[in-house]
Structure formats: C-alpha cells, structure tokens
C-alpha cells in the first residue's frame, strides 16, 4: 500500500470513529435527559433501566450498554442537571454583572444609584425566576430531589455540595460590591430565598405564578443587601 492509500485509509478510519464516537455521546445524552424527567416524575425509587428506556423511546439494552449500574446513570443525571441549571443562570448573573460594572466603587455607595440599581436588578431577578418556573420545572424538580434526597443516599452529598457552591458564588460575587464584611452569609440567605421562591411556585400552573410578589420579594432582598431603608 502506498503512503497516500495508507493515509487516505487513516482518515477514513479516523472519520468512521468519530462517527461513532458522536452518535454514542448523542445516544447517551439522550438518555441521561430522559433519566432526569424520570427522576422528576418518579424519584430515585421509580427510575429504573426500563422507566428511562421508555421514556427515551429506545430499547432497554441500550440503557445496560451505557450504564450498567443504575445508580452511575442516576449521578449522572443529577450531574447533567445540575450542570443545566447553572448553564440557564449564567445569561441573567452577567446581565446583572453587566449592569453594576458600568459604575464604580464611588457611585454605588450614593443611595439614588442604589435605588435605581436595586429596582433593575429586582426585575432581572423576576424574570429570571417567573421563567425558570414556567419553562424549566423538571430541572427544578430534580434539583429539590438532589437536597432532599443526600439524606438517605449519601453518594450524592458531594454532588449537592458541588451544586450549591456554584449556585452561590455569583451570589456572592454580587453581594461583594455592597457587603465587604461578611458577603458569605448574605449570600447564602439570598439563596435560600431565591430558591424557596422557586419551589414554592412549582407547584401552581403558569397563570396562578404571582409575578409581582415575586418581583416584592426579590426586591426586599436586594435593598437589604445593598443596606437600603425599606
């Protein structure tokens, strides 16, 4: 063979490869996105090889061929979820970021431009949250599941730590450019309450969200972190 056939043979191998490689990753993917809306319906109990094969509308040894063990396919899930509930965050934390680089250190202790500020970032924060519970309740659901459920199955206390550290440092981050001394803990209380907003919604049909409470309420909770009279 010569050294053109022979790299000519190499590519083609390499593109067939790769091929497969991508239709695997797909194939997998799938499957892992259909784990997470069985986690959602069913919990951890419920989701079983078959239940995602199901709900993947692909046959059930394609499920045993990427994840022999459930539970691998179960932390996997989680940890897609996860990944996909910080990824949709990103968007509104850099707006925010966005909004509060363009003034500096002097200007954001005047209380006009912390007023103005804490209403805008209130509205960014609202529409953030109102469309986090309208289009993305089985990600919310499945994230309540990863907190409730490291009680009883502590192979995912990690992943849940994992989750909340970067759940709060945009947190923060953000309540860095108010609060020097102690940003941690009212990052931590924001959090808390931006996600009790979450799951306490999830439950109502879109139309029954109250968009202006929750707007009040986020708005409550940047004017005390900003150290703003309410």
Not at 6 to 32: A, F, P, V
Not at 96 to 122: G, H, I, M, N, W
Not at 164 to 173: H, N, S, V, Y
Request: charged content about 25%.
């Amino acid at each position: 063979m010569s050294l053109t056939q022979e790299q000519s043979t190499t590519r083609t191998q390499d593109k067939s490869t790769t091929k497969h490689r991508t239709k695997g990753e797909q194939t997998k993917k799938l499957i892992l996105n259909a784990a997470i809306e069985v986690l959602a319906q069913n919990g951890i109990k419920g989701t079983t090889h078959r239940a995602v094969a199901n709900q993947a509308n692909i046959q059930l040894s394609l499920t045993t061929y990427y994840f022999k063990d459930i539970h691998e396919l179960v932390h996997q899930a989680f940890q897609l979820n996860s990944e996909q509930v910080t990824e949709e965050a990103g968007s509104a934390w850099r707006k925010a970021f966005q909004l509060l680089d363009d003034y500096d250190k002097t200007s954001l202790r005047k209380v006009s431009v912390r007023e103005k500020l804490c209403a805008e970032l209130a509205q960014i924060s609202t529409q953030y949250l109102t469309a986090k519970i309208i289009n993305q309740p089985v990600s919310l659901a499945v994230e309540q599941l990863l907190f409730t459920e490291i009680q009883v199955t502590p192979a995912l206390r990690a992943l849940a730590r994992q989750h909340k550290e970067l759940l709060i440092t945009p947190f923060i981050r953000l309540c860095r450019y108010f609060n020097k001394q102690d940003p941690e803990t009212t990052a931590d209380i924001m959090l808390t309450m931006f996600t009790q907003l979450e799951y306490r919604n999830l439950p109502l049909a879109s139309e029954s969200i109250d968009e202006e409470e929750i707007r009040a309420v986020t708005r409550r909770l940047i004017a005390w972190m900003m150290g703003l009279k309410k």
